[in-house]
């Protein structure tokens, strides 16, 4: 589950952390995400937009990749 939620969390960052089970970060990091966006609009903007694009989308990454998914039930170990 953790390399399907880390694959989507490349495109659309937030849905693979809340995928994981980390529901109240992975709305911040879409909200945040989708500002950043709407700030790249302007020139002015885009000096906090592009680094924050870059930074939630890094933050998505790490917040999966450090996720501690417990074993599916039945699952071989």
């Known amino acids: ?35 950043a966006h709407v700030l790249t609009w302007t020139v002015i903007g885009a000096l906090i937009g592009l680094p924050l694009v870059a930074i939630v989308w890094i933050w998505g990454l790490i917040s999966v990749a450090t996720a501690d998914v417990p074993p599916r039930q039945g699952a071989v170990p």
């Open 1 to 35: 589950m953790k390399t399907i939620a880390f694959i989507i969390n490349i495109f659309l960052p937030g849905v693979g952390t809340i995928l994981v089970g980390k529901i109240v970060v992975g709305v911040v990091q879409i909200l945040l995400y989708g500002l």
